[in-house]
């Protein structure tokens, strides 16, 4: 049988591990805050209640940081490495 505290402590390590990855990789920290947050929302205690934030802010952190990472991919891809100031061409 599985314990009811199960999705508690899952969705508490997935939200703590969501915000680690979102400066990583910021795609996995959204799934896994996404994921956090689904399992945050089966059981209703004050674990479940911190976990639900944490997975927010993964996803939050996740979100910004990937659009970050797109507009300076864009930009270099646009005007390409000897547009930086200061870079050996």
Do not use: C, W
Not at 27 to 54: C, N, P, T
Not at 72 to 79: E, G, P
């Amino acid at each position: 049988m599985v314990d009811k505290n199960i999705h508690e402590v899952v969705s508490y390590i997935l939200g703590i591990i969501s915000i680690v990855f979102a400066f990583f990789n910021p795609m996995a920290g959204v799934v896994l805050g996404i994921v956090g947050l689904i399992q945050s929302k089966k059981e209703k205690s004050d674990l479940s209640k911190k976990s639900r934030k944490l997975s927010i802010i993964g996803i939050v952190l996740g979100i910004i940081l990937l659009i970050i990472s797109l507009v300076i991919t864009y930009y270099l891809a646009k005007n390409g490495m000897g547009s930086l100031p200061g870079f050996p061409a």
